[in-house]
Nanobody, 128 residues
């Protein structure tokens, strides 16, 4: 059982920045691949970013096309934390942002349905 909790959302003007945090329970956080997803009202949940577990090798990082060059995902295994730094925010970034954990096998473009645990989400609203 893994519990995830997001924080850092809020209201920001277009062009501004926010840093989202996700705290995870468990003693083996370093073995989890961690993803960020978002869902706007009336739309399907979409992939934002993912950072893999190392598996004894370097982390692999992928971003959704809509956030490339603006968002940065990172993790601190010592603190059981994953972060999403969001810069140059646009009104279309407005959504509930969720973090998710994959605790077994991870691979590029992994379907959302294969992530094992999800947080409750944090609201991000970008005004014009």
């Amino acid at each position: 059982q893994v519990q995830l909790g997001e924080s850092g959302g809020g209201l920001v003007q277009a062009g501004g920045s926010l840093r989202l945090s996700c705290a995870a329970s468990g003693r083996t956080f370093n073995t989890y691949s961690m993803g960020w997803f978002r869902q706007a009202p009336g739309k399907e949940r979409e992939f934002v970013a993912v950072i893999s577990w190392s598996g004894g090798r370097t982390y692999q990082i992928y971003y959704g096309d809509s956030v490339k060059a603006r968002f940065t995902i990172s993790r601190d295994n010592a603190k059981n934390m994953v972060y999403l730094q969001m810069n140059s925010l646009k009104p279309e970034d407005t959504a509930v942002y969720y973090c998710a954990a994959e605790t077994s096998v991870w691979y590029p473009n992994q379907p959302q349905s294969e992530y094992d645990y999800w947080g409750q989400g944090t609201q991000v609203t970008v005004s014009s």
